[in-house]
Structures are given as C-alpha cells and as structure tokens.
C-alpha cells in the first residue's frame, strides 16, 4: 500500500516544524522524523486507528501523535494523508 501525502498535510507539517526549530532545531528534526516513522507504520494496518471524529466516513482514521492528529484515507491502493493539527479545547 503506498501512502501519499497531500500538500495541504505536507504545507502544515512545514510550518510546524519551522515554529518548533524556532525554539530548537534539533528537536524539530527529531519531532519530524518519529511523526513521519509513525504515518510510514499505518500501511501494515491502517484500520487498527481510530475512525476519525471529524468526518462521517470509516475509510478516514485519526493517527493521534503528541498531541497532534494526523487524519489519513484508506483506498484500495492507497493511504491519502491530508490532515495534520493540534488540538485545542477552549478554555472554560
């Protein structure tokens, strides 16, 4: 199964990163390298994460990671990874 990142994952992951590495660079490579291990793993079985919350569709999952979800879609070929936020409960 091949996984496919979309721009609209790849552009936020980006900007991620670079306000991470603002802080420390080395930690933004780090962060980057254990999230892209971890969407590389939902190939061998992209059904055991969680149906996502965010769409009525049991094709798209949530890879949840440090607090960030990671919204992906299960095709017959392929896995689409399109989503990538953190998030945040408004405070009461």
Known sequence: MKIIFKESFVDRLENQIEY????????????????????KQIPLNPYRYRKSVYFEDNNIRD????????????????VEVFGFFKSQVAPI
């Open 63 to 78: 890879l949840i990671f440090k607090g960030y979800t990671i919204v992906f879609r299960i095709t017959e070929t392929t």
């Open 20 to 39: 991470i590495a603002i802080d420390s660079p080395k930690r933004a490579r780090k962060f980057k390298t254990e999230l892209i291990n971890r969407v």
